[in-house]
């Protein structure tokens, strides 16, 4: 206890004439009284001058894609509503067709639908005249990697204070852009897809022209090569087919009038332009496949009983029966079964090619199985294409056909 206290005792006395000790003492007391001044004069504050300033626009913006966000998950919905003011000061909502069609336009102007309600305009880069370095990346991805860009517009009227029926009308105007894109993948057979995009003026900054190297200069660089031909091979159109091959189908898909067959349509659509798409590996073959069978299985169903035929289990059609029943309807021609289900090169039919893919049996790196897919994917390609050519055709046909069976027209 006396040495505890000692010790305690002598502690207390060395302080007492520390001078360190003091300044820190000091400093404390004078920042406590800087604070209680603070405090004192906040208090003596107004509410008004209390409030912070609130940037109205801001919490508006904020509010409204919220509130978009609650009523849908959809990305492309939701990066379009995040852009709403440009929407709204352009009048449509951009996008970009991209992949291996070259549009080598005369005009270089946009080219338009006969109702106005899309645009198309070519974004080919022509290096030839211009600076290397003006644009590398463009350069490299149209020389190199064999993608070119086609920039759209889609008309829209959104009302940025009624948050359902602006969901509707994104919906709407998405799914018309997916049904452009999928055309110009049908009618070129290349391979493209869309992205939603922003259209907006950027100032332009000119890029002045390198120095020249003092002294060659070499270093190594890793260039890639195609896995397929189709890689590196694109289709070149011109104003006319997006003027009259592309925009009059556009117009016509998109204003028939029985939704059943203008769903389905859309549908097959989509898959055969997904076969067009090259980093599908073997799933292109099941695209061409699935374009053509979804359209059987849809009208099979439909057909009046005399045009089906009997299958061979009452109740369980298959799928050759439904095909052998529907497809010469659509098309006109009556050997769609033996090129889909009779031996082809190697003695395999397209159908257990179908097969052997969907169920897992071969995968993209088995050479000798892939060779024999190759072989036959150009052929499949034109198969499903003049089906499909043949039905939007015969559409009407199709529908007065099943009108007269009972189905009623407009509710197939």
């Given at each position: 206890m006396f040495q505890l206290g000692r010790s305690y005792s002598l502690g207390m006395r060395s302080t007492a004439f520390n001078p360190r000790f003091h300044r820190t003492v000091g400093f404390a007391a004078r920042t406590v009284k800087r604070q209680n001044v603070r405090c004192r004069r906040r208090r003596e504050m107004t509410k008004e001058q209390q409030q912070p300033e609130v940037?109205?626009?801001?919490?508006?913006?904020?509010?409204?894609?919220?509130?978009?966000?609650r009523l849908t998950r959809n990305q492309v919905v939701n990066t379009y509503w995040q852009h709403l003011a440009e929407v709204i000061d352009n009048g449509f909502i951009a996008f970009m067709l991209r992949g291996a069609v070259s549009w080598e336009s005369e005009s270089g102007e946009r080219i338009g639908s006969s109702d106005g309600a899309v645009w198309?305009?070519?974004?080919?880069?022509?290096?030839?005249?211009?600076?290397?370095?003006?644009?590398?990346?463009?350069?490299?991805?149209?020389?190199?990697?064999?993608?070119?860009?086609?920039?759209?517009?889609?008309?829209?009227?959104?009302?940025?204070?009624?948050?359902?029926?602006?969901?509707?009308?994104?919906?709407?105007?998405?799914?018309?852009?997916?049904?452009?894109?999928?055309?110009?993948?049908?009618a070129t057979g290349a391979s493209s897809t869309w992205y939603p995009a922003r259209y907006l003026k950027v100032k332009v900054t000119p890029i002045s022209t390198p120095p020249p190297d003092e002294e060659e200069r070499y270093e190594w660089q890793c260039w890639p090569l195609p896995r397929r031909s189709e890689e590196h091979s694109g289709v070149g159109i011109r104003d006319r087919f997006v003027r009259v091959g592309l925009m009059p189908l556009f117009e016509y898909l998109r204003s028939l009038s029985h939704p059943e067959i203008a769903a389905v349509l859309r549908r097959a659509l989509s898959w055969h332009a997904q076969g067009n798409y090259l980093g599908s590996g073997l799933n292109r073959f099941v695209n061409y496949w699935e374009s053509i069978e979804l359209l059987a299985h849809f009208f099979y169903k439909r057909l009046p009983a005399n045009l089906r035929g009997r299958p061979a289990k009452p109740g369980r059609p298959t799928i050759r029966e439904k095909m052998k029943a529907v497809?010469?309807?659509?098309?006109?021609?009556?050997?769609?079964?033996?090129?889909?289900?009779?031996?082809?090169?190697?003695?395999?039919?397209?159908?257990?090619?179908r097969n052997d893919i969907a169920h897992g049996n071969r995968c993209d790196h088995e050479l000798e199985f892939t060779d024999l897919v190759d072989g036959q994917i150009d052929e499949f390609q034109q198969l499903g294409?003049?089906?499909?050519?043949?039905?939007?055709?015969?559409?009407?046909?199709?529908?007065?056909?099943?009108?007269?069976?009972?189905?009623?027209?407009?509710?197939?």
């Open positions: 940037d109205e626009e801001f919490v508006n913006y904020m509010r409204r894609t919220a509130a978009m966000y198309l305009k070519s974004d080919l880069y022509d290096p030839v005249g211009k600076h290397l370095a003006a644009q590398p990346v463009r350069l490299f991805l149209q020389f190199q990697m064999n993608i070119h860009d086609i920039w759209g517009g889609l008309k829209v009227n959104v009302d940025p204070e009624d948050e359902e029926t602006s969901k509707a009308t994104l919906e709407k105007g998405i799914a018309d852009i997916a049904l452009l894109s999928d055309l110009l993948s049908f497809l010469p309807l659509l098309t006109s021609r009556d050997d769609f079964d033996g090129k889909l289900f009779g031996e082809g090169p190697g003695g395999v039919s397209l159908y257990r090619l294409k003049q089906v499909l050519r043949a039905t939007f055709n015969r559409v009407d046909e199709v529908e007065q056909l099943i009108y007269d069976a009972g189905g009623g027209r407009g509710s197939v």
